[in-house]
């Protein structure tokens, strides 16, 4: 049902959820390498029945960058990092159509709800760069429960947005903090089922016990099946 697998110490969590919900690049995720070696390896890798969003190449703000979209769908950012790396994989947010200028609004609202969250660096759009509104996020990275995470805003024409296809997991220790981040993220009465929730932009998270997750892993294969079952 599902499995749990872990990339450059980032974990991800991932199950078959039919063709309900497909991947969309509002959510990508930041490949932060070390050489040009690296991203040309990974590209040719990520290239393989995929689609390139944006060449790899040579840009403004990086010596070598390329988004691409893998044969799943998935949408990956290989960029060339020219500092000190603290987390490998970075989840990107990307706020367009009815949410674009909304990013900075969002980081704030996240900043106000996790703990141990800071945030980073922020570019702004300047007042030749339309369709984008000067003054809204080019690139903005920050913290989330000591994680990170980057996020932008773009108003170009977009046939996509966030959906349920990526969500973000916050294990909880306690009822207390399933009940905070509950009622501080949940925005969309219909999308709340077994732990899901959708938040006011549109993004979906999971609030899940530490104590569910113990029991779904359980040696015990009967108890976990029992778990999933109920």
């Known amino acids: 049902m599902t499995v749990e697998f872990e990339l450059n110490g980032q974990k991800f969590l991932a199950l078959n959820g039919g063709s309900h919900f497909k991947f969309t690049p509002a959510i990508s995720f930041i490949v932060n390498c070390t050489t040009k070696d690296e991203i040309d390896e ?18 403004p703000f990086s010596e070598r960058y390329g988004w691409i979209e893998d044969k799943f769908g998935v949408s990956w950012q290989l960029i060339l990092a020219d500092y000190i790396v603290e987390q490998t994989i970075v989840p990107k947010l990307m706020f367009v159509g009815d949410i674009c200028g909304k990013a900075e609004d969002a ?27 000067e003054g809204t996020i ?25 959906n349920e296809a990526i969500s973000f997991i916050i294990n909880c220790e306690t009822k207390e903090e399933v009940d905070h981040y509950w009622e501080k993220l949940s925005a969309v009465p219909e999308a709340e089922q077994c732990g899901w929730l959708k938040d006011k932009y549109g993004l979906s998270w999971q609030v899940v016990p530490t104590a569910l997750s113990e029991m779904l892993n359980a040696p015990d294969k009967e108890k976990s099946a029992r778990v999933s079952k109920n």
């Open 107 to 133: 980081i704030n609202f996240y900043q106000s709800i996790f703990e141990d969250s800071k945030v980073g660096t922020i570019f702004r759009y300047g007042a030749g760069q339309k369709p984008d509104k």
């Open 42 to 59: 990974l590209w040719t890798k990520l290239l393989d029945g995929g689609n390139v969003l944006m060449p790899l190449d040579k840009y």
């Open 138 to 162: 080019m690139f903005a990275d920050f913290t989330l429960g000591g994680h990170y995470f980057a996020a932008m805003d773009s108003a170009h024409n977009h046939n996509f947005t966030f």
